[in-house]
């Protein structure tokens, strides 16, 4: 004859490891969305640093080029005053 206590506490046991089951289903599947949204922000901020990188090489050469004539024009400025 079985024991009414163990059979409730079987029971007891298997609904606790139900709900367990479905907490750290979900709390899995969270893991698992910030997992991918911050591989998604990687390739995001990855992109966006290439892309300023590039903008800042860009602006560079280009200051470059404007110190370089400004000092050309100097030069002539003074040459052409003496």
Not at 17 to 26: A, Q, S, T, V, Y
Not at 50 to 57: K, V
Request: proline share 2%; hydrophobic share 35%; charged share 30%.
């Amino acid at each position: 004859m079985p024991d009414p206590f163990l059979e409730k506490m079987h029971q007891q046991f298997d609904d606790l490891m139900r709900h367990n089951e479905m907490l750290f289903g979900g709390v899995r599947q969270d893991i698992r969305r910030l997992a991918d949204l911050l591989s998604l922000h990687e390739a995001h901020h990855s992109e966006n640093r290439a892309y300023f990188d590039e903008q800042f090489r860009a602006l560079h050469v280009t200051i470059q080029q404007c110190i370089d004539q400004s000092r050309q024009r100097v030069e002539n400025l003074e040459r052409d005053q003496n």
